[in-house]
């Protein structure tokens, strides 16, 4: 049996319309927090970083920053 515990997106809604985007980034929130699953996103929309508990930002293929956010926003906070 393989279980998946990874689930990686590349700039997950860049062409969706804003209520689709969100309803996106709301499966994606519920499904790290409920299923216990990682959810790497690659975006280029620094909004998404709201909702994140942990940023890694990546600057000319080098790690410039980790930080860990003690609050995140629910997705529907976020706006684009």
Wanted: hydrophobic share 40%; charged share 25%; proline share 2%.
């Amino acid at each position: 049996m393989i279980i998946s515990c990874c689930t990686m997106f590349t700039l997950p809604t860049g062409a969706l319309d804003t209520n689709t985007g969100r309803d996106v980034l709301e499966l994606l929130v519920r499904m790290s927090r409920e299923k216990k699953r990682t959810v790497v996103m690659v975006t280029h929309n620094s909004f998404f970083a709201d909702i994140a508990d942990k940023v890694i930002r990546v600057k000319n293929g080098a790690i410039e920053s980790v930080t860990i956010n003690e609050h995140p926003k629910d997705a529907s906070e976020v706006s684009w």
